[in-house]
């Protein structure tokens, strides 16, 4: 059974308590899902050719409850202990290694947050190769990418960001986003 973790997160520019307080409630929610499947699997598994169908269907879906889950999770840590710079060490190597300079690296991923649709904007190391992945992955799993860890996730739904933002402006919750990023959290995720 997988329990919600619980976050830290101090009040923030440009995003409110209420959007984070209800924001945490959706990722609960994907906690409580990805625990149900798990448990009505188990019981349709008794009889796993009549139920085959659901048993199917059940693990679709997990992948959707799982993602939420995790991305949730990678998201809401980012803003623990307030807005950080990025420190020194081999995260900003990186970075300014690959793009040219950290502001470039941002600048990508803000260009991918305008992506249209509900997803996520993610920037994954890939360890065997040693460099930085940017990409745009709908809804919750659609698109993660293989044999990579998640370094920085922005949630894209709308959710994230309706209450401060209407969706014509969501470059400014983007804009907040970075505003509020502690990205020591981010540079020890490499």
């Known amino acids: 059974m997988y329990e919600p ?4 997160i101090p009040e923030l520019t440009g995003i409110s308590k209420q959007t984070i307080d209800e924001h945490i409630g959706l990722y609960q ?3 409580k899902h990805v625990n149900l499947i798990h448990e009505r699997i188990a019981a349709y598994s008794n009889e796993p050719e009549q139920n085959a169908y659901a ?3 059940m693990r679709r879906r997990l992948g959707f409850e799982f993602g939420g889950m995790k991305n949730h999770e990678y998201y809401f840590t980012q803003f623990e202990g307030g807005a950080q710079p990025c420190p020194d060490g081999p995260f900003k190597t990186m970075v300014e290694d690959q793009y040219g300079s950290f ?3 941002v600048e ?3 260009l991918i947050a305008k992506t249209r649709g509900v997803g996520w904007v993610m920037a994954y190391i890939d360890r065997a190769e040693n460099q930085l992945v940017c990409t745009w992955v709908d809804e919750q799993q659609l698109g993660q990418l293989a044999d990579v860890d998640i370094v920085l996730a922005l949630d894209m739904w709308e959710h994230s960001y309706m209450l401060d933002h209407p969706p ?3 470059m400014q919750y983007v ?4 505003a509020n990023l502690n990205w020591e959290v981010v540079a020890n995720r490499i």
């Open 175 to 178: 804009e907040a986003f970075f």
């Open 55 to 57: 048993i199917a269907e």
């Open 103 to 105: 502001d470039a690296f």
């Open 29 to 31: 929610g994907y906690v």
């Open 5 to 8: 973790k619980t976050f830290t």
């Open 108 to 110: 990508q991923f803000r």
């Open 168 to 170: 014509s402006e969501k």
